[in-house]
């Protein structure tokens, strides 16, 4: 069926026109009657103003559907409330004729028998669509798969079966609150409907728990605003079936079995179950048209919490002054009353715990409630987590907590903020982001981003992206922003390390490049310049005349083999500063290099496909230099392996000799210079060095990916791409 | 390839200079053309040089490794261009210090005309102009630093312990580049027993014997650095 929205217009005025004065007239009437028409009624206080409360109360429906068919015009679950308006209406306009008319002054009897007769019916669109439809295809208005056709045709052909039956069936109406007649409008040919008419009204009950099913799986594999959406409806028809099931349990003892008179609160008790009502219609109108205001998340956890408790008092109670009670012939106890009391105040506090942890896992599924979250961010924040640590473990907290599919968080770095942790580790790289002095900080392509302050200062933000399905939810922004609030300090000492980090590795870069300019000068300077001189004087020398005094000659060659030592030495100082091959040919042939002058045999084992950051090229070649050296000094190794990999965006340079083991890497050794080193590149350093089993030193140094060439400040092409 | 040794005895040997020190270029030159060399031209860089020696091949030329703009190697690709585009012409490589890779990188496939040489080496006069002789003459020169190291590098197991001293000391003289003859004169040896020092090292190394002393380079040197 499709309608234009003209015509779905003139539908919707058309509907609440006719709910409206059906409501007025109705209402009108059941104010000015005298008869109380309702008086009979079994269910509930009775009397005027609960009749009048009731109906009040019924005309939500159709305000719910007013509100949600006009802003929704094409959602069927308007229009259901809509109908159960129609019902609702068509029962006050019924009834309020009837009691008007006919009860309270004997006139249009014949009129009032029909709207009696027809008020048998008005129920059951009012319940019975109310019990199927509407929990059928809520909220979207679709059933929650074609499988559930048969339940609504079920469910359709009843209701309308039993309308049909109920108005034109012949035989004598039995109304609450009005006197017996004879149906004006009974068609007798019809009365073989009569026993198909009670199979159908009888099939509306089952076609309720049917829909009721297909709430429940509807609601099992919804997500997101759906799932949100469910919760509202589903909170408001449990409290309307428990708040029933309390009254008709709290009643039943005393009418049908107890022969005794009820006390005065069951009718209270049962008033309430029927004004509960109006929590239906309500609780489908939020879910429909502001479900991303509000969160019953809390709501429900609380009432489930606070339910289990009074179950629980409630159950201790019976079971011990009652139970024991009946038991020992003395249900007045006061030793047993207090006895309860201090059962119910011990098990008090574990059983909340454990109802509070049902509840949350009900609720919030896996995820962790926000005070667990703040709470374990404030422990790990005391504790020695490293601070490296803090930040991806804040970023997983938030995740947890808020179900998001991906959380950064990130860190102001002077004018930019920096991705600086991510969950799921491992995602997209994120570009900085420049930022402008102390306004919020606008990260596109997120869900939710909130800064994080520290004495007024942005240092940073935490965003949360969710899955396409899943909305953010008012506790989620709160819980984020108690987050943020708390992640204030962390980042603030995360930054302090940051810059300290920085800043020792701006030193060893600037060391390393002192090193390579000085080797530099060393060797197009001095070294040229003594080898010019050497020249010199060897061709003075041939010069010297062969009459000459001898000791001329001999201070000449003197002078000559002066040179040719400081040539050799500055070589090896050259080469000690900062190896010129190690700029010039990279790590590989550098190590190569290192382990032909090793005095103890070494083997070398590279895997490098390219270039790496100078830094973390010179830093490996220092720690091998080194790490050879003590091998030499102390290890008394037979021979010593060393390798270079590249693993998983990490250096790892190793050095492994058979000597004696047992090295203590505390003292001394120059281990702590290369440390210091080490640390400046991130990296870290690891002796191994068990007794009479050798030393490994392992050293992981960590590569940005795609760095190698960018960071290089001096690239030598490669000589192997030359012909040779 | 094969070089005719150039027995061009009346003639001086001609050589192109690249370096970007003038001090030192010109005491090179100086000591050249004093030695008996002839010295075509003298080059500040690299693509000078090359421009050198196409319009005037000489038989060597000497390269220094760091040159402008970079300071790098650039007198290892000038070598790399001279040997592509003038087979003909030999070149040295000086360099103020000596890696082995460098050297096997220089070598490439082929010794011949080829030789690298420490810096250093142009105040010892004799063993320069030796050099430069040697290279001019197609053969190879390799700079007994680098051949010292790679002998006297620290080993496991070996088939280089095999050897004599004797044996030791014509295997550096081997690498180095140098012929029979010059191993013969060198070490005071009769040539018919530095060639039998000669086959007994071959063949405890297991490699085969080449009568080429610019392939001989090569395979010694690349024996050492395995």
Redesign the interface.
């Known amino acids: 069926m499709t309608f234009s929205d003209r015509s779905l217009r003139a539908l919707w005025w058309a509907t609440c026109g006719f709910i409206l004065a059906a409501f007025v007239i109705g209402l009108t009437l059941h104010t000015l009657s005298t008869s109380g028409a309702d008086q009979g009624s079994s269910w509930g206080s009775g009397g005027f103003w609960t009749g009048f409360l009731f109906t009040l109360i019924t005309f939500m429906f159709p305000v719910a559907g007013a509100v949600i068919a006009r802003r929704e015009p094409r959602n069927p679950v308007g229009w259901v409330l809509l109908l159960i308006g129609v019902g609702w209406s068509l029962d006050a306009l019924f009834t309020g004729f009837a009691g008007y008319y006919w009860l309270s002054h004997q006139r249009f009897v014949t009129a009032s028998h029909v709207a009696v007769q027809l008020d048998q019916w008005t129920w059951i669109p009012a319940i019975g669509l109310t019990g199927t439809f509407l929990l059928l295809l809520f909220p979207d208005g679709h059933l929650p798969s074609r499988r559930w056709r048969p339940v609504a045709w079920v469910a359709g052909v009843a209701i309308a079966l039993s309308i049909v039956g109920q108005s034109f069936a012949p035989g004598t109406a039995k109304q609450t609150g009005f006197p017996e007649f004879r149906n004006p409008i009974g068609l007798p040919f019809l009365a073989w409907l009569v026993p198909l008419l009670y199979v159908a009204i009888a099939l509306i009950p089952l076609g309720i728990i049917a829909s009721a099913a297909a709430l429940v799986v509807r609601f099992r594999r919804s997500r997101g605003l759906e799932r949100l959406q469910m919760k509202w409806l589903a909170t408001s028809a449990a409290t309307v079936a428990l708040l029933y099931l309390v009254a008709m349990a709290a009643t039943l003892p005393f009418d049908n079995f107890g022969n005794r008179p009820a006390p005065t609160w069951t009718p209270f008790l049962q008033d309430l179950a029927l004004f509960s009502f109006v929590l239906i219609p309500i609780a489908v109108g939020i879910a429909v048209l502001k479900h991303r205001l509000y969160d019953i998340d809390v709501v429900i956890n609380r009432a489930l919490v606070y339910g289990a408790l009074a179950a629980f008092i409630t159950a201790v109670y019976v079971a011990i002054v009652v139970g024991i009670g009946t038991a020992i012939g003395n249900r007045g106890s006061l030793g047993l009353s207090i006895l309860a009391t201090a059962l119910v105040a011990i098990g008090f506090q574990p059983v909340r715990q454990r109802v509070q942890r049902v509840a949350n896992r009900l609720v919030y599924g896996e995820r962790a409630t926000p005070y667990e979250v703040l709470a374990q961010l404030s422990g790990q924040a005391a504790h020695a987590v490293a601070t490296e640590d803090l930040l991806p473990q804040m970023a997983r907290v938030a995740a947890s907590a808020t179900g998001a599919s991906r959380v950064d968080v990130w860190l102001r770095v002077g004018d930019q903020l920096v991705p600086e942790a991510s969950w799921p580790v491992g995602g997209p790289g994120l570009a900085a982001i420049p930022i402008d002095g102390g306004s919020d900080p606008s990260i596109g392509d997120v869900d939710l981003a909130v800064p994080v302050r520290h004495q007024g200062e942005v240092l940073g933000a935490i965003a949360v992206t969710k899955d396409v399905r899943e909305s953010v939810t008012p506790a989620d922004r709160k819980l984020l922003e108690d987050l943020a609030s708390q992640a204030g300090l962390v980042l603030r000492n995360v930054r302090l390390i940051e810059e300290l980090r920085s800043s020792r590795q701006r030193l060893v870069r600037a060391q390393d490049d002192e090193r390579r300019r000085l080797e530099?000068d060393l060797?197009?300077g001095a070294?040229?310049?003594i080898?010019?001189t050497?020249?010199?004087?060897?061709?003075a020398r041939?010069q010297v005349r062969p009459d000459a005094d001898p000791a001329v000659g001999q201070r000449i060659d003197q002078a000559?083999e002066q040179?040719?030592l400081a040539?050799?030495e500055l070589?090896e100082l050259?080469?000690g500063i900062h190896p010129?091959?190690l700029?010039?040919?990279g790590l590989g042939?550098a190590l190569?290099?290192l382990a032909?002058?090793?005095?103890?045999?070494?083997t070398v084992e590279v895997a490098l496909g390219e270039r790496l950051p100078a830094q973390i090229e010179a830093t490996a070649y220092f720690v091998v230099s080194e790490a050879l050296a003590n091998v030499g000094k102390y290890a008394g190794a037979?021979?010593v392996r060393i390798g270079a990999a590249l693993e998983d965006h990490r250096l790892v340079i190793s050095v492994a000799d058979d000597g004696t083991g047992g090295a203590d890497p505390s003292k001394g050794s120059g281990l702590q210079g290369l440390l210091d080193r080490v640390a400046a590149v991130d990296g870290t350093l690891e002796v191994d060095s068990p007794p009479g089993e050798g030393t490994t030193l392992t050293a992981r140094l960590p590569v940005p990916a795609g760095a190698a060439e960018r960071l290089h400040p001096?690239p030598?092409?490669a000589?192997?791409t030359?012909?040779? | 390839m094969t070089f005719d040794p150039r027995a061009r005895v009346d003639e001086r040997m001609r050589v192109a200079l690249a370096d970007d020190s003038i001090l030192l270029r010109e005491g090179v030159a100086r000591l050249l053309t004093e030695s008996g060399f002839e010295v075509t031209s003298q080059s500040g860089d690299g693509e000078e040089l090359l421009a050198a020696v196409a319009a005037s091949p000489p038989d060597v030329a000497i390269v220094d490794i760091r040159m402008p703009p970079t300071h790098t190697d650039e007198g290892l690709r000038a070598a790399h261009r001279i040997r592509e585009e003038h087979p003909e012409v030999g070149v040295l490589v000086l360099s103020q210090y000596v890696e082995t890779d460098y050297a096997m990188q220089l070598l490439g496939t082929s010794a011949a005309g080829l030789g690298y040489l420490l810096k250093d080496r142009v105040t010892n006069v004799q063993e320069f102009t030796d050099a430069v002789r040697r290279v001019g003459a197609g053969g190879s020169v390799i700079d007994p630093e680098v051949v010292s190291r790679l002998v006297g590098r620290a080993r496991q197991a070996s088939p280089l312990d095999a050897l004599s001293e004797r044996e030791r000391e014509v295997l550096a003289l081997m690498a180095e580049g140098r012929s029979n003859q010059a191993i013969s004169e060198r070490m005071y040896l009769s040539p018919k027993t530095v060639e039998g020092h000669v086959r007994n090292i071959f063949t405890k190394l297991g490699l085969a014997d080449t009568p080429d002393d610019h392939r001989r380079v090569l395979a010694v040197l690349t024996f050492l650095r395995s």
């Open positions: 530099r060797h197009d070294q040229q310049r080898v010019a050497a020249l010199a004087v060897r061709m041939t000559s040179l040719q040539l050799t070589r050259a080469r010129a091959i700029t010039e040919r042939p190569s290099s032909e002058r090793s005095p103890v045999p070494a037979s021979s001096d030598s092409p000589m192997a030359v012909p040779a």
